[in-house]
């Protein structure tokens, strides 16, 4: 069973809608839960933590948590072309190692 | 905002050499970690750093390779006897101190082994 679980996509949006990523993970003892976005050829960005379960917002996201389901998703609204990335989602249990999703690829046509 | 610096951004060795990638930390972080992205694939943990000690080390992380803190700023990993499997793309990541807060990315180095 792999660590960290991601649809490799693409998944394919228009502009202004509703991107909805999802992750699941294996270990239960995760403490901490992160999204990271990566452009073609450049390092991960971190765009969203979450560590407790419920939703957290900002700005145009939403990440969501559901430690009894060991799920993750991160919602992008008013999608935009410059959201078109690799969005990784990565699991630690506290300052521990990062354990990382093979990704999901994001496309955002105009 | 604060960033975390990598030299060099791309690295040509002759397999068998030796390379050292550099890594200048957040000024404030305590936590340093090495990743690593094969081309195409996902990014894998290689060690963590902490108070001058390596607190944790996977199982790619064997005798080839190295880190250290020569002068209390860079962090190093050294690669010795390079393979032709080791290119990869080679990314610093620091931590605050608290036990939850994010890891941020430099921007990463390329090493390309011929």
């Known amino acids: 069973q792999k660590e960290v679980e991601q649809n490799s996509g693409p998944l394919s949006v228009p502009e202004g809608a509703i991107a909805s990523l999802n992750c699941t993970y294996s270990?239960?003892?995760?403490?901490?839960f992160f999204w990271y976005r990566q452009y073609s050829g450049k390092s991960p960005e971190l765009i969203m933590s979450i560590y407790s379960n419920g939703d957290k917002e900002d700005g145009r996201f939403t990440a969501q948590l559901n430690k009894a389901s060991q799920y993750v998703s991160l919602l992008i609204r008013d999608s935009q072309p410059s959201d078109s990335a690799t969005y990784l989602c990565?699991?630690?249990?506290?300052?521990?190692?990062?354990?990382f999703g093979t990704g999901t690829r994001l496309l955002v046509s105009p | 905002e604060p960033e975390v610096t990598q030299t060099p951004s791309h690295q040509v060795t002759q397999m068998g050499q030796e390379v050292i990638l550099r890594c200048v930390p957040i000024?404030?972080?305590?936590?340093f970690y090495w990743y690593r992205q094969i081309l195409g694939q996902k990014v894998e943990f290689l060690v963590s750093f902490y108070n001058n000690e390596i607190s944790e080390k996977s199982e790619i992380f064997d005798d080839q390779f190295s880190v250290e803190r020569p002068d209390g700023s860079n962090f190093t990993l050294k690669i010795r006897s390079t393979k032709l499997e080791d290119s990869a793309m080679y990314f610093c990541?620091?931590?605050?101190?608290?036990?939850?807060?994010?890891?941020?990315f430099g921007d990463g180095t390329r090493l390309s082994i011929l």
């Open positions: 990541a620091t931590g605050d101190i608290g036990s939850n807060q994010p890891q941020h």
């Open positions: 000024s404030n972080h305590l936590y």
């Open positions: 990565a699991v630690s249990r506290g300052f521990q190692k990062l354990v």
């Open positions: 270990d239960r003892g995760s403490q901490s």
